[in-house]
């Protein structure tokens, strides 16, 4: 599950990404936008600034903005950053890889395969949607997911 962090996490990412490019905003700006407690935000944004997506500057002229285009940030890569790995049990993740302690062959573990195809499904989805994608689904961009019958 989608922990609070990565949820304002991705909801400060969609905010950053909703300013023109290279404008920049505060904190406090952010949290108040999105109902986000601001304390809890500076830390979140401190993540994401030092995993290289966000840039921060001090000053009156300051505040945060994305450090690359909303367009060449993935949804997946805010998440690892924020919640780690996507997999739902550590023998199934790819870049967190550890077996379980009761398992006797992880060749054959079906809970085991079941993550493998769960992690998969995420994974498919969140690292092939686009920061620039998530902020323009508040906009007419549900369309694309509505299917007439």
């Known amino acids: 599950m989608l922990t609070k962090k990565a ?4 909801k400060a990412m969609v905010d950053l990404a ?5 404008r920049s905003t505060f904190v406090a700006e952010i949290a108040e936008r999105n109902g986000i407690p601001k304390k809890f935000l500076d830390a979140i944004l401190g993540e994401l ?3 290289g997506l966000l840039n921060s500057k001090k000053g009156k002229s300051g505040g945060y ?13 805010i998440i690892r950053v924020l919640d780690g790995p996507l997999a739902p049990i550590p023998c199934a993740s790819r870049s967190a890889f550890s ?3 009761d398992c ?15 992690r ?5 989805v969140l690292d092939h949607r686009t920061l620039a994608e998530m902020r323009d689904l ?11 019958i």
């Open 120 to 124: 998969e499904a995420i994974a498919g």
């Open 49 to 51: 600034r030092n995993a």
């Open 138 to 148: 508040g906009g007419d961009g549900m369309t694309s997911f509505v299917y007439q």
């Open 7 to 10: 949820k304002y996490g991705l």
């Open 99 to 101: 077996p379980c302690q």
């Open 65 to 77: 903005m994305l450090a690359q285009h909303a367009e060449g940030i993935t949804v997946g890569e």
């Open 18 to 22: 909703g300013l023109p490019p290279g």
């Open 104 to 118: 006797e062959d992880i060749g054959r573990c079906e809970v085991r395969m079941m993550m493998l195809e769960v």
